[in-house]
């Protein structure tokens, strides 16, 4: 993180938000100290709310205090309100300056929508919904126009509606310089249950935005380090309202870029939608086994590969569900559905895993139930023609679709959402693949793949 900020000429103020014991202020110093930058002098703000790492990180800093271009300040007040009062004007703010240089690790939390935080927040003029992105917005806000700011955050911010506001704030204050993406989810926080990739990166406050660079390593020993750039067309697709931001791992071409891959779930006249049988909420209308007056209900433990085992003896979730006046809104119509898992294990080849539902599998059941851990598409609430559910399922299994949705998701959900914002074949060429799918009774990776590389070549 410390070797990601330019060298430049001058004097740095330096803010470590959030800063535990001081390792990334350490670092920093050691690479001014070793000659790396070019400071005249370094003043160095590091805020820190808990106390009980107060004598660890005066212990960190202690080292560079002899230096008489160093100057440092501990803030053990609460970073958010102290900056969310100095920008938003209050009377009683603590005076801070303008930040020429940040390096952040901030807390991971969600703040509730009528906390304290989030009203500091939006008198400063930021909505968002976890105290990460609220460091860095807070931060980006305090920065000197050509500030440099390097944050290692989760990859939530990059997609989804609750983090539009913050990526909106961000394009408008700041350039994206550069971002560093570990691609193993296990491997660089070992002693973390990481649901989601981190990234690193850097930002600068009043940039004119140009190319990024994208690095990669497997993990934290930066081994195998590999770095391209890229236009920014590619981080963040032109006419793409939701400014989803991308990280490419690879030059490989992406479905924004293939003229054959244009088409949104609108024009194909499908929808996709979370399964809406919420388990817990149902409780009493729910059997382990099917019975009489039940129909059957899927779990993403009912998919094998391409198709459906229905039932499953011994599973620790139910197979059926009552059918009545309380549950029929949640059913759907006998057919032919693509559906996706919604979760995927930390090291799954595959983010998007895809299959196909089969009415011949339910025993002529007239309504079926899935549950809230399955994204379904259909059309207006029916099933699809049974090519183009094939077709689809081949076309989502893809390697292809894999990479470019890891492109801009890090997490290891899946919305319906994200599968909304997709590209996708035309319907013609969708049932094509499906068509062929239905030929193979084993599709493998290389089969499909090899069928979808001749559409994208």
């Known amino acids: 993180m ?49 106390n009980s790492l107060h004598p660890y990180l005066t212990q960190t800093l202690a080292k560079y205090g002899n230096n008489p271009d160093f100057s440092l300040v501990i803030r053990k007040n609460d970073f958010i309100h102290v900056a969310a009062d ?24 969600k703040i509730n929508s009528k906390s304290a935080y989030r009203l500091a927040l939006r008198r400063a003029g930021i909505e968002t919904v976890n105290l990460y992105s609220a460091f860095v917005a807070l931060t980006v806000a305090l920065a000197a126009p050509g500030g440099q700011v390097v944050a290692i955050i989760p990859r939530s911010f990059c997609n989804g509606p609750y983090y539009r506001p913050f990526r909106e704030f961000i394009f408008e ?8 993406l570990f ?21 600068e406050r009043n940039g004119q935005q140009g190319p990024v660079t994208v690095s990669t390593s497997t993990d934290d020993t930066f081994t195998d380090l ?21 990280v490419p791992t690879s030059s490989k071409q992406n479905i924004q870029m293939s003229s054959a891959i244009t088409c949104t779930l609108v024009d194909l006249g499908l929808m996709v939608s979370t399964g809406p049988v919420v388990d817990f909420r149902l409780k ?11 129909v059957p209900l899927l779990y993403p433990g009912h998919f094998c590969g391409r198709g459906t085992i229905w039932p499953v003896a011994g599973m620790k979730k139910p197979n059926a569900i009552l059918r009545n006046e309380d549950t029929e809104k949640w059913l759907y119509p006998s057919g032919f559905y693509c559906v996706v898992r919604r979760f995927s294990s930390k090291e799954e080849k595959r983010r998007i895993v895809a299959s196909v539902v089969d009415p011949r599998d339910f025993e002529n059941a007239p309504v079926l139930g899935f549950e809230n851990h399955l994204n379904l598409f259909h059309e207006n609430k029916r099933g699809l023609p049974e090519e183009l559910a094939h077709g689809l399922a081949a076309y989502l299994n893809s390697t292809f679709v894999d990479e470019n949705f890891r492109r801009f998701s890090g997490h290891t959900q899946v919305n319906a959402t994200d599968l909304k914002l997709m590209r996708y074949p035309s319907r013609d060429v969708l049932i094509e693949f499906g068509n062929w799918a239905m030929q193979h009774k084993e599709l493998t990776q290389t089969m499909i793949d090899d069928k979808i590389g001749k559409l994208t070549a």
């Open 2 to 50: 410390a070797s990601l900020f330019p060298v430049v000429e001058g004097s740095c103020h330096l803010l470590d938000a959030g800063a535990g014991i001081g390792s990334l202020s350490a670092a920093f110093l050691e690479r001014w100290i070793s000659g790396d930058f070019h400071f005249r002098r370094v003043e160095l703000d590091v805020f820190e709310i808990d």
């Open 86 to 109: 100095r920008l938003s004007g209050s009377l009683f703010a603590i005076p801070l300056p303008k930040y020429t240089h940040a390096i952040l690790n901030p807390p991971y939390k």
């Open 173 to 180: 204050r700041a350039a994206i310089r550069h971002m560093h």
């Open 183 to 203: 691609e193993s989810r296990s491997k660089a926080f070992k002693d973390d249950a990481v649901l989601q990739e981190n990234i690193i990166i850097r930002l």
């Open 226 to 246: 590999v770095t391209h750039d890229y236009p920014f067309d590619q981080i963040v697709y032109p006419g793409d309202l939701e400014r989803f931001i991308h």
């Open 284 to 294: 009493a209308q729910l059997r382990d086994m099917p019975e009489e007056g039940t």
